[in-house]
């Protein structure tokens, strides 16, 4: 299995923040337990070593003890010179293997270079036990002496060690996770800002503290909404400029039409003029909404606001339906949210002859306003496409029947400025949905 296929099975936490915790946390589990168990082993050599040089002094102390006392006196100090892995017996003892045991050979290995030159020493292992063996060997006077022996393999932990590695370990991580926070929350807070950063480039600004490599992206994303603002400004003036200089000479087109004799073609002009007029209108309708609204958003009912602009179309002759309620206020801006309707309503008119709008409550407070129409529908790859500026599906770039292709662009760019989504699905009876989904309402 490749790195790829490991990385596709194995889906880590999603987070930067989580990763680096997790990475550092094990990393220091890994080395405490390495280093634990190094220490451990370093101990119980030493301990290992320490003993056998203990057992090479005491064991042959004690064999020429026993040795000088008179047989009388000999098992009155057995008791006296047992120790805690050994003891002395004045019988032959068990017989058996030699001691094949590491720590057992070792042993044995140690009391026969300490005592083997004085006397003949056999030693074997005691069945059922592996750590388990008995040296023999014969006193002076012929009296068999055994030593048997349970060899440690080191000094017994204290008690409160585990307690405090574990301590010790809690206040690693503790300290990793602290770290790790302090390193990754400025990249958060950037994540904040950028997402913070809508069309009317009013997020709040870094701030520029901090070490410097945080300070330096900080100062650099302030930097960038200034340059991304003043871009905008531009853009939007130089719009407005030409705008305002295009109706001079449309004024002048649209006096001279009226006084031209041929009735058929100062219709079609006056048309034309018009089109035009409402083509620059729109453009920098769009221009607009890209730099944000202007509008302070309020407490709005939206129930009221949905009812007046049915009624609108309704007195107008137009084939508009409500149903649904949410019965609750929500705080947006209401002019713009009027656009936003407006636009899809019109669409919908315009090529389905009809629009019904749904109004639905969601979950976590959201709120849902549909409009249906009846009317041909979008090509599903065109569905995403439509938002895009100046964008028809209609082709036959007749501005009567295609629009100048800024409707969807204007409403989904209000819709970002409300932090809202607008998505677009064709209805399997036919007919296209148009759907604004409001997340902010209270």
């Not at 219709?267 to 221009?287: C, F, H, I, P, S």
């Not at 249906?372 to 082709?395: K, Q």
Request: hydrophobic residues 45%; aromatic residues 4%.
């Amino acid at each position: 299995m490749n790195w790829q296929s490991l990385r596709a099975v194995w889906r880590g936490p999603r987070t930067l923040f989580a990763r680096l915790a997790l990475i550092l946390c094990v990393g220091l589990a890994l080395a405490q337990t390495l280093s634990f168990w190094l220490t451990m082993t370093e101990r119980d050599q030493a301990t290992t070593n320490m003993m056998m040089g203990y057992i090479e002094r005491e064991v042959t102390s004690s064999v020429a003890l026993l040795d000088h006392l008179p047989p009388s006196e000999r098992a009155a100090w057995l008791p006296r010179l047992a120790r805690r892995s050994y003891q002395f017996m004045l019988e032959p003892g068990a017989t058996g293997a030699p001691p094949d045991a590491r720590l057992s050979a070792r042993v044995a290995a140690s009391i026969e270079d300490g005592i083997g030159k004085h006397y003949a020493v056999s030693a074997n292992a005691v069945p059922g036990d592996s750590e388990h063996l008995q040296v023999h060997l014969r006193l002076s006077d012929g009296t068999p002496l055994t030593i048997d022996m349970h060899p440690m393999s080191g000094v017994p932990l204290s008690r409160w060690l585990p307690l405090v590695l574990i301590l010790e370990l809690i206040v690693l991580a503790a300290c990793c996770w602290l770290a790790v926070r302090l390193a990754t929350r400025p990249l958060h807070d950037l994540a904040e800002a950028a997402d913070a950063l809508g069309p009317d480039l009013k997020a709040a600004r870094l701030a520029e503290n901090g070490p410097s490599e945080v300070a330096r992206a900080a100062r650099a994303f302030n930097a960038m909404q200034d340059r991304i603002a003043t871009y905008m400004t531009e853009r939007i003036q130089i719009l407005a400029s030409i705008s305002h200089d295009l109706q001079t000479p449309i004024t002048r087109m649209r006096l001279r039409i009226d006084v031209m004799d041929d009735r058929e073609q100062h219709a079609k002009l006056r048309q034309d003029l018009q089109e035009m007029e409402n083509l620059v209108k729109e453009g920098v309708t769009y221009a607009r909404t890209l730099h944000g609204s202007a509008e302070v958003p309020c407490r709005t009912d939206l129930d009221a606001l949905l009812d007046s602009m049915v009624f609108d179309y309704v007195d107008a002759g137009k084939d508009v339906s409500l149903e649904g309620r949410i019965d609750a206020a929500l705080v947006t801006r209401p002019q713009a949210l009027r656009r936003i309707v407006g636009n899809l309503v019109d669409n919908a008119l315009k090529f389905g002859g009809s629009a019904a709008l749904r109004v639905t409550a969601q979950q976590e407070g959201a709120v849902t306003i549909a409009v249906l129409d009846n009317g041909p529908g979008i090509p599903p790859e065109s569905l995403e496409s439509v938002f895009e500026p100046f964008y028809r599906v209609e082709t036959s770039r007749n501005r009567h029947t295609g629009g100048t292709g800024l409707g969807l662009a204007i409403a989904r760019q209000l819709a970002l400025a409300l932090d809202a989504t607008l998505t677009l699905q064709n209805r399997p009876e036919g007919g296209l949905e148009a759907r604004l989904t409001m997340k902010r309402a209270r």
